[in-house]
């Protein structure tokens, strides 16, 4: 038995044979490198972003913990308790009106005691560093000054009360942890509100309660601590490990999406890797033989050309993650203003790694096979390939295939928030591989079957889909996911674009007004009617409170009780908007129960939301518990409703008989539909200064802002998507070339019989024109419903995908193909007859 060869004498043949411009394995190069690339930004991306939020906790919360409660301060036992812990500062939120006597604008009003803020530091416009403002005077937003129109030293007006600008904000600490705010943000004394008017009871204001710690407890003992002394309080309380949770769960589920987008681009390059690796080897046919008749051993071969093979690979993986880091800063200085990230070079060592690991292990499945099929022949064997073609040798093959792949579903679970998505989508992966295989072998066995048609060109197009040798598997396979690439691309974008153009501006008001008096509702709807004649003017009551119980009666289940909450049950996190109603509000529509009858006195009823009840296992009949400015209520549920949360009216979980809540102290909220024509100026400083204490959102700058982020969203999974079509179109180019290789012995041969060039050419288009139609139909049916899955599942959004426009894509992925198809047909009508013989 002869001895292997040592692996330093394989490694001075392969790199003797090894092109030092990897000829014959740039497809492999391109496929790496944009398969790593994507993975490595946006794994360091992810992790940047997640570790700036962990390291910036404190600061983007302002305190160890944070107490939320709507319309009321926290009382003394609550604080005492509170202070415990270490050192407070209370804060107020609401929505506000400030004006000029010549503008007005919506402000987010945040007043903060003397103590704000416990860390971080507001950087004021030329770089003066400050805390809380004086009596009398506020720090405002840049956006709020331009529009009112006014500087440091200018007096504007909140409420009831003339303020004086100290200073404008150049960066606020905590401006992440407040959220998705409705207007430009105001900063005041603590006290501020209450002098203007602005808190009176009733009025739509949130209590932030932020904490320090004195010493060093664990923020969820603390957080455990304050829910079990307080489990009915309706406290939302934050941690400074979740000082944004919005912002949190938005980079995970981007960045869980965005890898699983990576993913798919490495494994569609995975089929490229195997084609190229394929027609790499093909082409060296004679090098193996020949090393094989010079007495190399199976073994030594499969050493010569994985080091061949891991050598490229690992040069494109490498130049992958160099793309990657490089790339990094451009999308950090692009979201830098949204989240919390460094703008300069980022690395992280652990995703480039794993993006490393995920290319590297993709190559191996993928030139596993082919690899170990060309050590497996006899040189004989490997002389007449072109006219006896190697079979496969799969059994071979299928216990490294089987490691490879173990290995890549354990590495994109490590790490991974949603398993089972990943698992759904790798098995996807897996399950439409397979598909577009068996679909590639049933068009073969189709054309074997079918009758051979009277055209030539027809005929020997048929042929070469199953003949032996014939790349149809391959070839379905390569172009099934590349095409299935495009229409999931187009699918994903034009239902992206309809649900952010198509359904919100259409039926949205044009103003919302918060804390309009109860008792000046008919005033207030004179006003608007004064200044706007014909604008539709729908108030509601608008009250805050948190469910505490729900289910039969004297068996309900607390919800402090509930170790987790059911799935979809959000509306029993914290406090919710509550209302009461006559009659059935417009866009909703009864799915079980009744609505209690006009002027209604008897026992308190409400009508639930259908989902809600649905997620908790709520019915008809059975009672639920709401705290409300520290009292609990109790009410039957009388039906349950389906919302169109579309309409952008108000859209209320839980309405209310009117004789449960009608005694509570509450405002109204109002919603403004302007007439179509010229927009009546002055409308803002009319309601202003006849309701100083009401607030109004203009839904024009709201919806635009609101389009902006999804437009961004949109853009990230178009950028991110773009990688897996290029690395499609690669492959698409992959497949062809060698396709190529294997025709040019049949070229050759129909050459010398006669055969003219533009039969040749007619014969390649039938073929790929034939392969291209068949696929056409497989890969709208699949690109669609995995763009559904995306759409509908993933990101909770509707199904409004634009089908011209798919086709289009579509149409132009096969015009993609025959034009490839007819590129790489040409070089082989170059080929001299006589010469290629030679070389066969």
Do not use: C
């Given at each position: 038995m002869l001895a292997a060869l040592p692996w330093p004498a394989a490694w001075r043949i392969a790199r003797r044979d090894l092109h030092r411009r990897f000829r014959g394995l740039r497809l492999l190069l391109v496929c790496l490198f944009l398969g790593v690339g994507a993975l490595a930004a946006i794994g360091t991306l992810t992790e940047a972003i997640r570790g700036e939020l962990a390291a910036q906790g404190r600061t983007l919360l302002g305190g160890d913990i944070e107490v939320e409660v709507w319309q009321r301060p926290l009382n003394e036992e609550e604080s005492a308790f509170l202070a415990r812990y270490g050192t407070l500062s209370q804060g107020l939120r609401l929505q506000a009106m400030a004006s000029t006597p010549d503008a007005a604008t919506p402000v987010e009003l945040k007043a903060v005691d003397e103590r704000w803020p416990l860390y971080g530091t507001l950087t004021l416009e030329g770089g003066h560093r400050v805390g809380a403002p004086p009596p009398g005077e506020a720090w405002i937003a840049p956006g709020a000054a331009e529009r009112l129109g006014i500087g440091p030293g200018d007096s504007f007006r909140l409420g009831t009360r003339q303020v004086l600008v100290g200073g404008?904000?150049?960066?606020?600490?905590?401006?992440?942890?407040?959220?998705?705010?409705?207007?430009?943000?105001?900063?005041?004394?603590?006290?501020?509100?209450?002098?203007?008017?602005?808190?009176?009871?009733?009025?739509?204001?949130?209590?932030?309660?932020?904490?320090?710690?004195?010493?060093?407890?664990?923020?969820?003992?603390?957080?455990?601590?304050?829910?079990?002394?307080?489990?009915?309080?309706?406290?939302?309380?934050?941690?400074?490990?979740?000082?944004?949770?919005?912002?949190?769960?938005?980079?995970?589920?981007?960045?869980?999406?965005?890898?699983?987008?990576?993913?798919?681009?490495?494994?569609?390059?995975?089929?490229?890797?195997?084609?190229?690796?394929?027609?790499?080897?093909?082409?060296?046919?004679?090098?193996?033989?020949?090393?094989?008749?010079?007495?190399?051993?199976?073994?030594?071969?499969?050493?010569?050309?994985?080091?061949?093979?891991?050598?490229?690979?690992?040069?494109?993986?490498?130049?992958?993650?160099?793309?990657?880091?490089?790339?990094?800063?451009?999308?950090?200085?692009?979201?830098?203003?949204?989240l919390p990230v460094e703008t300069g070079l980022v690395v992280d060592p652990l995703s480039l790694l794993r993006a490393a690991g995920f290319g590297l292990l993709v190559a191996f499945v993928f030139a596993a096979p082919p690899l170990i099929r060309a050590r497996s022949y006899p040189a004989m064997a490997l002389m007449r390939a072109r006219i006896a073609p190697l079979g496969g040798e799969w059994r071979a093959a299928a216990l490294p295939v089987a490691l490879g792949l173990a290995a890549i579903v354990a590495l994109a679970l490590t790490g991974s928030g949603e398993m089972l998505l990943t698992l759904g989508f790798l098995g996807g992966a897996a399950a439409l591989l397979g598909l577009l295989a068996l679909i590639g072998r049933a068009i073969g066995a189709l054309a074997a079957r079918s009758p051979r048609p009277a055209s030539p060109i027809a005929r020997l197009a048929l042929a070469n889909l199953h003949r032996p040798g014939s790349a149809t598997t391959s070839l379905v396979t390569a172009l099934g996911f590349g095409l299935t690439a495009f229409v999931l691309l187009a699918a994903v974008q034009t239902s992206l674009d309809g649900n952010i153009r198509r359904s919100v501006p259409a039926i949205a008001p044009d103003y919302f007004v918060l804390d309009v008096p109860k008792d000046r509702a008919d005033a207030f709807r004179a006003v608007v009617q004064g200044h706007a004649p014909g604008a539709e003017v729908e108030t509601v009551p608008v009250l805050r409170g948190a469910i505490l119980a729900y289910g039969p009666k004297g068996r309900q289940q607390r919800v402090a009780d509930l170790d987790e909450l059911p799935e979809g049950a959000w509306a029993l996190r914290g406090e919710r908007g509550l209302t009461y109603a006559e009659a059935l509000p417009e866009g909703n529509s009864l799915t079980a129960g009744q609505w209690w009858p006009p002027g209604y006195a008897g026992e308190p009823l409400v009508s639930v939301d259908a989902d809600l009840a649905d997620a908790i296992g709520l019915k008809v009949g059975d009672y639920l518990t709401i705290g409300l400015l520290g009292?609990?209520?109790?009410?039957?549920?009388?039906?349950?409703?389906?919302?169109?949360?579309?309409?952008?009216?108000?859209?209320?979980?839980?309405?209310?008989?009117?004789?449960?809540?009608?005694?509570?102290?509450?405002?109204?909220?109002?919603?403004?539909?302007?007439?179509?024509?010229?927009?009546?100026?002055?409308?803002?400083?009319?309601?202003?200064?006849?309701?100083?204490?009401?607030?109004?959102?203009?839904?024009?700058?709201?919806?635009?802002?609101?389009?902006?982020?999804?437009?961004?969203?949109?853009?990230?999974?178009?950028?991110?998507?773009?990688?897996?079509?290029?690395?499609?179109?690669a492959v698409l180019l992959g497949a062809i070339a060698a396709a190529r290789a294997a025709r040019l012995y049949d070229t050759v041969v129909l050459r010398v019989l006669g055969a003219s060039r533009a039969q040749l050419l007619a014969l390649q288009m039938a073929e790929f024109g034939l392969i291209a139609a068949l696929l056409a139909a497989v890969a709208l049916a699949l690109g669609t419903g995995l763009g559904w899955l995306v759409i509908v599942e993933l990101f909770d959004f509707d199904w409004l995908p634009d089908w011209p426009r798919i086709l289009a894509v579509l149409g132009g992925g096969i015009a993609l193909v025959l034009t490839f198809a007819l590129a790489a047909s040409l070089p082989l009508l170059r080929e001299k007859p006589a010469q290629a013989l030679r070389q066969l």
């Open positions: 404008i904000i150049a960066d606020e600490p905590d401006r992440l942890s407040e959220g998705f705010a409705l207007g430009q943000t105001v900063i005041v004394p603590y006290g501020l509100p209450a002098e203007a008017g602005l808190t009176a009871p009733g009025a739509l204001y949130q209590t932030k309660t932020r904490l320090r710690f004195s010493g060093s407890p664990a923020p969820e003992a603390v957080e455990a601590a304050i829910e079990a002394a307080f489990p009915d309080s309706g406290f939302d309380i934050r941690t400074r490990d979740r000082a944004s949770p919005g912002a949190e769960r938005f980079v995970s589920r981007m960045g869980e999406f965005l890898t699983l987008v990576g993913l798919a681009a490495l494994v569609i390059a995975g089929i490229g890797i195997g084609g190229g690796v394929s027609s790499y080897l093909e082409a060296r046919r004679a090098s193996i033989a020949t090393l094989k008749i010079l007495g190399a051993t199976s073994a030594d071969i499969a050493r010569i050309y994985a080091l061949q093979i891991g050598a490229a690979a690992l040069a494109g993986a490498l130049a992958g993650l160099v793309a990657g880091v490089l790339v990094t800063p451009l999308l950090t200085r692009a979201l830098g203003s949204l009292v609990e209520r109790q009410a039957r549920v009388a039906s349950l409703r389906r919302i169109d949360w579309e309409s952008l009216g108000f859209n209320y979980v839980l309405i209310f008989s009117p004789n449960t809540l009608r005694d509570a102290p509450h405002n109204l909220a109002a919603t403004i539909s302007l007439p179509a024509g010229p927009r009546p100026g002055g409308l803002l400083r009319t309601m202003v200064q006849a309701f100083p204490a009401s607030s109004v959102i203009e839904v024009g700058p709201l919806l635009t802002q609101a389009r902006e982020i999804l437009d961004q969203v949109a853009l990230a999974i178009l950028a991110a998507a773009s990688v897996a079509v290029l690395a499609g179109i």
